[in-house]
């Protein structure tokens, strides 16, 4: 058999592989799918987005708005309860339009779970490539596999939530930015203007580092990306900004959404909000320091800087939903990384290996022996900013500082 024939022959077979596999993880979320229908994440845009290529109706309009209700309530929505209005930006909602081809909803959901699911695995390899962890062969599955199985990931994905994927964007501008891709970075920040609650704290730092940094080919590359998503948009729909603010007012008002304030607030109720604003306005301050001190400073700097933008943000008082936790990845990730930097590879199973096993069974063990749904809520989104806070700052020296230099890491091998 000639090298020609073996090479064809082979890509062939992965590529088979490739499509049985997916081909069973959508098969199996559809099944999940069917099983646990009642979720908006995923139903909202994609039904809004049927209905729009369908019947050419806008999908913030009343009608879809009350087929999204029938098809999640049985019937039209009583008074108090949610209206299920759209409250994604149409320029998003377009995203959506490739599963509407799968007429089944059970069946479009399970193909965006493994979506999503896919983007995640994703997100670990380009985390490494990030932080530049050269983790070795049995760590490496471990932290491909962790934002899939951190409790973070399932609670996104099953729910069809589209935060990972908004995750993986933000990474890869990161990753992008660090290789002097600035066009492509500043492109693939268009999740964060979009999604301002989950990454606008991290697009003001960047924009105003690359600027203070002059490369603002970084801004370019965004305001590219903008024009075209924002062209398309007011091309197919041209009245939908309006009504999407009207969604999206409805949704802060219906959504379960968490914040410092409201979390304490359960706890003491007296003086739990004031605690919130306390605790918010001092994460504001400390932001605020950490970002004048990145300016001018290089990536490996503001790497540090936007992890801890992003470990601070559910602190912020912004009021998100639990599903959007998976931005913690990033900054847990560099922990690690720069953990495992300081020591020799034999040693990295303690240093890094460790906290991944911990951080990975705390959360689960503290779901499946949790006696109130609130309370797990509460723990889940309260207790890990702060212990990736203290984390980042018990990393922060060795973070910002150049790596070790090769003698430094010749006699760390050797002890």
Partial sequence: MSRNLYVAISIVVIVLVALGLLGGLVWANSLYARQHPTETEFLLPWLGARTFLQYGESPYADPSTQRAQIQYYGRLADAGQDPLRLSLPFPIEVLYFPFTMLGDPAWARGAWMALVEIGLAALGWIGLRLTGWKAGRFLLPAVMLFPVLWIYGPLSFLNGSGTGLAVLAIAGALLALRAGRDELAGALLFPAFFRPDLGGALLVLLLVWTLSARRGRVLAG???????????????????????????????????????????????????????WVLTGGVALLLLLEWRAALGR??????????????????????????????????????????????????????????????????????????????????????????????????????????????????????
């Avoid at 984390?391 to 010749?410: D, F, Q």
């Fill in 298 to 415: 290089d990536f490996r700097h503001l790497l540090w800087t936007a992890c801890l933008t992003l470990a601070a943000t559910p602190l912020l008082g912004i009021p998100l939903s639990i599903f959007d936790y998976g931005i913690l990845f990033l900054p847990f990730l560099l922990g690690l990384a720069v953990l495992a930097e300081r020591w020799n590879r034999r040693r990295q199973w303690l240093v890094s290996g460790l906290p991944l096993a911990v951080l990975f069974l705390a959360p689960w063990l503290a779901a499946f022996r949790s006696a109130s749904l609130q309370g797990l809520v509460d723990f889940l989104a309260l207790a890990m900013p702060l212990l990736l806070l203290l984390l980042l700052y018990w990393i922060r020296w060795w973070a910002i500082r150049p790596p070790r230099t090769w003698l430094e890491t010749a006699r760390g091998e050797t002890e």
């Fill in 222 to 276: 965004l305001a590219m990306a903008l024009a075209i998503l924002f062209l398309i948009s007011f091309l197919l729909l041209p009245g939908w900004f309006f009504p999407f603010l009207q969604g999206l007012v409805s949704h802060y008002q219906h959504a379960d959404l968490i914040t410092p304030g409201r979390i304490f607030a359960g706890w003491w109720p007296a003086i739990g909000a004031r605690l919130g």
